[in-house]
């Protein structure tokens, strides 16, 4: 008699590599923590898809109303992994088209969610990472945080997070930030408005948390329009941003109960 067990499909063995993504909701609150530490989260093209297609996930979903990004380790983000760049010359084109719609595409993400987003930072944010975290609805740092733009001591030009960077920064300091890759300490970031709270390390996550709550208890409608409208008036000349807050207005008055 033939062994049963012989014909059966084998099972496949666990992955043993970690998610370079990690997701977990805590209520209507969907958390997405960076999880390469060993190599400060910085973003190669594995974490960032995943990222990517995280955010559109938590975007889709009628029970998430808020999300907090955060990440793993030392850190918060290293910015690009330049060990990829070996790989992303002249001599493969597509690859490095590819690379940067990725990049430009997940970076611009945060801003068009429907939904909040709030980054908490402790350690570094570089280059990328820092475009995550002021790119971001708000933002809270650790006392130990520090972010910036030091893309030029490696001649390369911080091109995918330049137009996040003049948005949120006076074009002097932006300037200055991008040409010389000067660093932002966590008071710094607080003095310029660019962080919402500094707090302290132990306390980062759990503020971070309390705004995400607070966001997923108002009427999600209301908060969607709210986002879309801010950044919508923002890129408009004062009479269309009017008219669009005039439109709004008139819409909102479905949203209440």
């Given at each position: 008699?033939?062994?049963?067990?012989?014909?059966?499909?084998?099972?496949?063995?666990?992955?043993?590599?970690?998610?370079?993504?990690?997701?977990?909701?805590?209520?209507?609150?969907?958390?997405?923590?960076?999880?390469?530490?060993?190599?400060?989260?910085?973003?190669d093209t594995a974490l960032t898809e995943a990222l990517h297609a995280a955010l559109h996930s938590a975007d889709a979903d009628p029970?998430?109303?808020?999300?907090?990004l955060t990440g793993e380790g030392r850190g918060f983000c290293a910015g690009a992994d330049l060990k990829e760049f070996a790989h992303l010359t002249p001599t493969d084109q597509p690859a490095v088209i590819r690379r940067a719609?990725?990049?430009?595409?997940?970076?611009?993400?945060?801003?068009?969610?429907?939904?909040?987003?709030v980054s908490v930072v402790h350690g570094a944010a570089i280059g990328g990472g820092a475009g995550l975290a002021l790119g971001s609805d708000m933002l809270v740092v650790a006392d130990d945080?520090?972010?910036?733009?030091?893309?030029?001591?490696?001649?390369?030009?911080?091109?995918?997070?330049?137009?996040?960077?003049?948005?949120?920064?006076?074009?002097?300091?932006?300037?200055?930030?991008?040409?010389?890759?000067?660093?932002?300490?966590?008071?710094?970031?607080?003095?310029?408005?660019?962080?919402?709270?500094?707090?302290?390390?132990q306390d980062a996550f759990a503020v971070g948390l309390d705004i995400a709550h607070q966001w997923a208890a108002q009427n999600p409608l209301a908060l969607a329009a709210?986002?879309?409208?801010?950044?919508?008036?923002?890129?408009?000349?004062?009479?269309a941003a009017m008219r669009a807050g005039q439109d709004v207005n008139t819409i909102m008055r479905g949203f209440r109960s």
């Open positions: 008699m033939p062994d049963p067990t012989a014909l059966a499909d084998p099972v496949p063995a666990p992955d043993p590599r970690p998610s370079v993504l990690l997701s977990d909701d805590d209520g209507a609150v969907r958390i997405l923590r960076l999880n390469r530490p060993d190599k400060r989260n910085a973003l029970s998430v109303r808020a999300v907090l719609k990725l990049t430009a595409d997940t970076q611009a993400l945060l801003r068009r969610l429907s939904k909040p987003v945080a520090t972010l910036g733009y030091p893309e030029i001591k490696h001649s390369i030009v911080p091109a995918l997070v330049m137009t996040g960077l003049q948005r949120q920064i006076g074009t002097k300091l932006a300037f200055e930030l991008i040409s010389t890759g000067r660093i932002l300490t966590a008071s710094e970031l607080g003095e310029i408005g660019l962080a919402n709270r500094v707090v302290t390390p709210i986002k879309e409208l801010f950044y919508r008036v923002a890129d408009l000349p004062y009479d």
